[in-house]
């Protein structure tokens, strides 16, 4: 594809170095410059209107034109554009922020640490696990756990718990001390006749085990999403968290649930740990925390976390972590705001009484000839698209087939995100009424048809 001289993509191609994406590719193609939204949709410099059906990256909850998110932003600006919280300084809409989050918690929660992403709150939370066990006189018990699959981020601690081959690949990643176990897929990872309960029995024997191997004396946390989402949106088998839970407690390993999906409304309650039965210590959140309208996250820590890290501060003289937009105050009013929102307008109840439809809509695209399986939970899900159904065989990794579906979905006027595996995500706006998400269906099986016919004109399915 050829762009106009001095157009908006071909200064993207001459300045701009774009995140995950194929950089080979990108010289050609070019970006979607996209220029405005409106609820659950976003329109490009052309004006073509697009759903946005992954809420940008699993994030602007309330859409793409809230403008109570504005006002409560210019309202901050004005009062105060910035200040921190090194150094016993604060500001009120941190203040306020904290507690809010302390009474949303599923968990007892002592006090929050404001980060501005969700890597940083990852790598955020295995600092304090390391400076905690050092406090408590535990120096051997450092070694980090998280799964196959799992996504936490791309810092070098956030991108080594994330177990996702593309972010260790050429990045000299995971760091020592972080170690992945099984990710809890059922469809892909159950042996032949295998129950649910079984396969979960397993994978909780799998981590005793392999805690045995490493030391217990030497593992500190579990980190895990309580859904999984960049890994390819999996859902693990009903009763996984407390037989995994039991294992770790009986070791004395700290729980870490990635809220940074799953948090605020996302899997129909406020949090993906009441969905999914996870009872964690520390928790970290982010994106619909603001809506995405304003970068901000969140460590939200224990009692025994925070009164280890206060002693060894008090030891040492400081507590030497912080960034310095960590709270930021207008970031910190525009979630508020954002809080208040969900609560106002009954997001919440909103999303649980939607999700039935989503959930069905997504669940009749099993039905296609190219989807292995569908899954998901709440208003987030996923259909994973294979050469052959009965076997489960996937495409070729190098036919790109779920980009190539992910691009069809584009023309059609639906943003998509392709994850590996094939697996096609959704993860609208929170705000989507029935009727969009109909049409967000209509268009996605419309991308499906053209990818049917694309693979047969290409003979990618191999001969059976
Ligand atoms: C579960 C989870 N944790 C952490 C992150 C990293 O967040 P960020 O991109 O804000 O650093 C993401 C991002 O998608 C995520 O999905």
């Not at 001390?177 to 990872?189: A, E, F, L």
């Amino acid at each position: 594809m050829t762009h106009l001289p001095n157009s908006l993509q071909a200064r993207d191609i001459a300045h701009v170095l774009h995140p995950y994406t194929n950089l080979v590719k990108h010289e050609k193609a070019g970006p979607l410059v996209i220029e405005r939204g409106k609820g659950i949709y976003v329109y490009d410099d052309s004006g073509k209107e697009y759903i946005e059906g992954m809420a940008g990256l699993w994030c602007a909850g309330l859409g793409f034109d809230e403008p109570a998110l504005v006002d409560a932003a210019v309202e901050q600006m004005r009062k105060l554009p910035f200040y921190h919280t090194f150094g016993h300084k604060s500001a009120g809409p941190v203040i306020d922020l904290a507690e809010k989050l302390k009474s949303l918690s599923p968990v007892p929660v002592s006090k929050v640490f404001f980060v501005n992403s969700g890597s940083e709150a990852n790598d955020t939370q295995m600092k304090f696990i390391w400076y905690y066990n050092n406090a408590i006189g535990r120096p051997k018990k450092k070694t980090i756990l998280s799964r196959q699959r799992g996504y936490h981020g791309v810092t070098i601690a956030s991108g080594s718990l994330t177990g996702l081959p593309a972010n260790h690949r050429a990045f000299d990643l995971p760091i020592a001390g972080v170690k992945h176990v099984d990710c809890p897929h059922y469809y892909r990872n159950a042996e032949p006749g295998e129950s649910e309960a079984e396969y979960t029995a397993r994978l909780a024997r799998n981590l005793d085990e392999f805690i045995q191997r490493e030391g217990p004396d030497t593992v500190a946390a579990f980190f895990a999403e309580p859904v999984l989402g960049a890994g390819g949106v999996i859902v693990p088998p009903a009763g996984y968290y407390p037989a995994m839970q039991a294992v770790l407690r009986k070791y004395d390993i700290l729980s870490v649930a990635d809220e940074v999906i799953c948090g605020f409304g996302r899997t129909g309650n406020v949090w993906g740990s009441q969905t999914l039965d996870y009872q964690p210590d520390l928790i970290s959140c982010a994106k619909q925390l603001s809506s995405a309208y304003l970068p901000i996250a969140a460590c939200l820590i224990s009692e025994p976390v925070y009164e280890a890290i206060r002693d060894q501060s008090g030891t040492i003289g400081t507590f030497g972590h912080g960034f310095t937009y960590g709270g930021h105050p207008v970031s910190a009013a525009v979630a508020l705001r954002t809080l208040q929102i969900y609560e106002e307008r009954n997001i919440y109840a909103h999303v649980a009484a939607v999700a039935p439809h989503f959930q069905a809509r997504l669940r009749r695209l099993a039905d296609h000839p190219l989807v292995g399986e569908a899954r998901g939970v709440g208003l987030i899900g996923a259909v994973e698209l294979v050469a052959n159904k009965t076997t489960r065989q996937n495409f070729d990794p190098a036919k790109a087939v779920g980009a190539t579906c992910a691009a069809f979905a584009q023309e059609e006027g639906l943003i998509q995100r392709s994850l590996a595996g094939d697996a096609l995500a959704f993860c609208p706006p929170m705000i989507i009424t029935e009727g969009e998400i109909d049409e967000m269906f209509d268009r996605f099986e419309r991308a499906l048809a053209r990818t049917e016919a694309w693979i047969s004109a290409e003979g990618l399915r191999p001969a059976a």
